[in-house]
């Protein structure tokens, strides 16, 4: 993403262009997805299967449904909702063990923060873990959060982002979509936000996304922040 060719904002200017930036959760915010991977191997090595890295890849960002559904096909005999209940619990032992904040998370949100930017979760993992997650935070410094369980369909589709723009809408006057930024590291989650119509930014983690102009691309949360966020959504609400 060739931000250095815009032309920057002032940082923590009152006027800033960015309305709102929406997060998504696991991968993105802080690396969850040893614990999802560790948690899908061992059901269904229970019951007698085999699981392999590049299908543990493949349920990257998939909403919790989608992913139990894979899973019955790999053989685990369980109804969806008993199969998301075991996967929660053991991500929530996990992050309550330790919690591993993506690079430049915290400093970005910080930022965001100090700008009085409103901030919106916007994952596929259902409340328990959402409300976990929040609470290690050093300040509150998410306005609200849409959680896997209040859509109808989860990323890919558009759903949980529009909810988020909605949500957002309430407490920002004028919301243009143009104006809000979606910070996302999965292939489900940026296409997402990208239909959504917001400015996605992809953070590639562990699973491979592919290039798209539909959504710009950074190798780290380290390289974003105000100018830098500013200036893409300067770009994009003259398009």
Known sequence: MPTQNYEPLPVRSPNTSIQGVLWDMDGTLLDTEPYWMAAEAALVAEFG??????????????????????????????????????????????????????????????????????????????EPLAALVLEQLPHEYFAFRVTGEMVARGKPHPDPYLLGLAKLGSRVHGLDPRRVIGLEDSAPGIASAAASGINAVLIPHIAPVPHSDSWHRVSSLEELDLESLGALVSNGAQG
């Open 49 to 126: 299967g085999q699981w392999s890295e590049e299908e543990a890849m493949a349920l990257v960002g998939n909403a919790l449904p989608d992913a139990a559904a894979v899973l019955q096909r790999a053989g685990v005999g369980l109804d969806a909702r008993q199969i998301i209940d075991r996967l929660l619990t053991e991500v929530l032992i996990g992050v309550r063990r330790h919690v591993a904040w993506r690079p430049g998370a915290l400093e970005l949100l910080q930022e965001l923060h100090e700008a009085k930017i409103p901030c919106g979760l916007v994952t596929m993992s259902e």
